[in-house]
């Protein structure tokens, strides 16, 4: 994925948690199996650890505890921690540390895509798998993923899914003009060219022909859809978008769509790789 990405979405994305649950997770785990070792010297050295917690926050109890901070029923840890007994792993990793790590998308519902111009909140409202209700179950990946689909297919429908595109909204970041509109159709009205726009309301002709090309995707969703009017021109709520992407038969048509609006534009900024050991800001 390229630079221009959020990690958070790219993880989401992939199916995978942020490397801080895996950490956190190893870390309750190493000190839970220490405490049943059948090793005496270990678990000696265990419980001199556990005895100067309070007076050196270098010993490793210590950081254990200190990272356990801000945790749902923080406190019911720390006196466990203290006290030698193992925590509850089930309930550690899922009624707290996930609800800790989910927090950056519980913020992000609060934002409108709409009205903001903020990556996270786009893929979150428009692309997003929602979470299982079962906090126990893995992250769920989208379909397209589990497909035999060619590396330009792929790679076009995960760019668009991830802004990591150069639509104008995007590409307005780093190119010389700053514009977000569409400049895909003279004459048509100051739209911000972002994903939803290109989707459906874009009245560029190519586009158009496209959504025809593609008719069956549109027609059980939108009423005001036609072989007339290829666009819309009212305005429709996330969720009607949210469930209009994970169509079976969606994929050649987004990848076709970003072909459209990305041919011969600069590439040069969305094609910088991204390093997620480097640490980018999540936002
Ligand atoms: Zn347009």
Redesign the pocket.
């Known amino acids: 994925m390229k630079q221009p990405t959020t990690n958070w979405a790219v993880l989401r994305e992939c199916g995978h948690e942020p490397l801080q649950f895996y950490w956190y997770r190893s870390a309750v785990k190493l000190f839970n199996s220490m405490l049943i070792t059948n090793s005496d010297t270990l678990r000696r050295v265990v419980q001199a650890d556990l005895n100067l917690q309070p007076r050196s926050s270098a010993c490793w109890t210590a950081q254990l505890l200190s990272v356990i901070q801000g945790l749902r029923g923080c406190e019911l840890y720390v006196r466990t921690v203290q006290a030698g007994h193992a925590i509850t792993m089930q309930e550690f990793i899922t009624a707290n540390l996930k609800h800790r790590m989910r927090g950056v998308w519980r913020d992000t519902e609060l934002v409108d895509p709409n009205t903001h111009n903020n990556k996270l909140a786009t893929y979150h409202s428009w692309f997003a798998i929602p979470f299982s209700r079962n906090e126990c179950m893995p992250i769920n990946v989208p379909r397209y993923l589990h497909l035999d689909l060619s590396k330009h297919v792929m790679r076009n429908i995960s760019r668009f899914r991830l802004r990591a595109h150069t639509l104008k909204v995007e590409a307005a970041m780093w190119l010389e003009d700053g514009s977000c509109v569409?400049?895909?159709?003279l004459g048509?009205d100051e739209?911000v060219?972002k994903e939803v726009?290109?989707l459906l309301?874009?009245?560029?002709h190519q586009?158009c022909e496209l959504r025809k090309h593609f008719s069956f995707l549109f027609i059980p969703f939108f009423e005001d859809f036609s072989a007339a009017q290829p666009f819309l021109l009212q305005q429709v709520n996330n969720q009607l978008v949210h469930d209009f992407l994970p169509q079976q038969n969606n994929r050649l048509f987004l990848s076709e769509l970003m072909d459209l609006f990305v041919a011969g534009r600069d590439q040069s900024a969305a094609d910088q790789p991204i390093n997620l050991a480097e640490g980018h800001p999540p936002l």
């Open positions: 569409c400049d895909q159709r048509e739209h060219q726009h290109a309301f874009c009245q560029d586009v």
